[in-house]
């Protein structure tokens, strides 16, 4: 996009965002923090670089590399179970003490702590903003929406969203029921991106790499200094911030187009949100 130019090496994006069963299994094996753990430095892009991954941009202009998972924050984990309670969610949360109803849809109420420990865990990583952005709007075609130019109306066919005044149109023209707003992952097939992945707008916001704001979107963030929106990217990632970026709106939403960012603490859970990951090409 022209106010976020950036240049974005190959890699996969997952054609769905995490559901309840795949998030099953991932605290199955963490299981209470007795099991499995993030290795120190995992979650890298690590086909970028020579193993260093993306390219860490800072406001003072100094590029260093991606961290990786940092240890200190295994205690972060698992919180999801304390959280994903409607009085710490906000609302009735997708996710179940055993096998039920919502399986196929979105895991919600998740930080971006066990999003990213997900990812690593299957195998990937947490897509960084330019990333998932390139995915959303086609890349060089720059579309308005995922799937194109169609405005998405309120049939649930290419999106799940709702008004501004919350009231959901999944299902079509109900007001929200939580959980039931939340549609099974890939639901609006028609909203298929150029690539293959739903969801990309509508249903749960997705967690990025990145903390909110990065330099190269400060346009889109309001920052005192626009002029570092003519800083390129080429696969960067921006961590200069606590606050964390989400995108592609949510069940709740009026209609999102690709470039809204929202940000919020890394520790921070709503019944709007989830995330998907991304691979190595």
């Given at each position: 996009?022209?106010?976020?130019?950036?240049?974005?090496?190959?890699?996969?994006?997952?054609?769905?965002?995490?559901?309840?069963?795949?998030?099953?299994?991932?605290?199955?094996?963490?299981?209470?923090?007795?099991?499995?753990?993030?290795?120190?430095?995992?979650g890298?892009?690590?086909?970028?670089?020579?193993?260093?991954?993306?390219?860490?941009?800072?406001?003072?202009?100094?590029?260093?590399?991606?961290?990786?998972?940092?240890?200190?924050?295994?205690?972060?984990?698992?919180?999801?179970?304390?959280?994903?309670?409607?009085?710490?969610?906000?609302?009735?949360?997708?996710?179940?003490?055993?096998?039920?109803?919502?399986?196929?849809?979105?895991?919600?109420?998740?930080d971006?702590?066990?999003?990213?420990?997900?990812?690593?865990?299957?195998?990937?990583?947490?897509?960084?903003?330019?990333?998932?952005?390139?995915?959303?709007?086609?890349?060089?075609?720059?579309?308005e929406?995922?799937?194109?130019?169609?405005?998405?109306?309120?049939?649930?066919?290419?999106?799940i969203?709702?008004?501004?005044?919350?009231?959901?149109?999944?299902?079509?023209?109900a007001?929200?029921?939580?959980?039931?707003?939340m549609?099974?992952?890939?639901?609006?097939?028609?909203?298929?991106?150029?690539?293959?992945?739903?969801?990309?707008?509508?249903?749960?916001?997705?967690?990025?790499?990145d903390?909110?704001?990065?330099?190269?979107?400060?346009?889109?963030?309001?920052?005192?200094?626009?002029?570092?929106?003519?800083?390129?990217?080429?696969?960067?990632?921006?961590?200069?911030?606590?606050?964390?970026?989400?995108?592609?709106?949510?069940?709740?939403?009026?209609?999102?187009?690709?470039?809204?960012?929202?940000?919020?603490?890394?520790?921070?859970v709503?019944?709007?949100?989830?995330?998907?990951?991304?691979?190595?090409?």
């Amino acid at each position: 996009m022209l106010s976020a130019p950036s240049k974005v090496s190959a890699f996969r994006l997952d054609k769905y965002e995490v559901t309840v069963a795949r998030f099953r299994e991932y605290l199955a094996a963490w299981n209470g923090g007795t099991g499995w753990l993030p290795p120190a430095g995992s979650g890298k892009h690590v086909h970028l670089n020579g193993g260093q991954g993306l390219a860490e941009l800072n406001l003072d202009g100094t590029t260093a590399f991606e961290p990786g998972w940092n240890p200190r924050d295994n205690g972060q984990l698992g919180l999801f179970l304390e959280h994903s309670q409607a009085d710490k969610c906000g609302a009735a949360p997708t996710w179940t003490s055993s096998i039920g109803a919502n399986e196929q849809r979105p895991i919600n109420c998740v930080d971006w702590y066990d999003a990213y420990a997900f990812c690593i865990w299957d195998g990937g990583f947490l897509p960084s903003d330019a990333e998932w952005s390139y995915a959303a709007a086609g890349g060089s075609e720059e579309r308005e929406y995922p799937w194109g130019t169609t405005p998405p109306g309120s049939s649930n066919q290419y999106e799940i969203i709702g008004d501004d005044q919350m009231n959901c149109y999944y299902p079509k023209l109900a007001p929200c029921m939580f959980p039931g707003s939340m549609a099974p992952a890939g639901t609006a097939y028609l909203g298929a991106g150029r690539w293959g992945q739903v969801d990309l707008l509508g249903n749960v916001a997705e967690w990025m790499l990145d903390s909110a704001g990065a330099v190269f979107r400060v346009q889109e963030t309001n920052s005192a200094d626009p002029s570092l929106s003519d800083l390129p990217c080429a696969d960067c990632v921006y961590q200069g911030n606590p606050g964390r970026a989400l995108r592609g709106g949510s069940f709740v939403d009026s209609y999102q187009y690709v470039p809204i960012q929202a940000a919020d603490a890394a520790s921070s859970v709503n019944y709007d949100r989830g995330f998907r990951c991304a691979r190595s090409p």
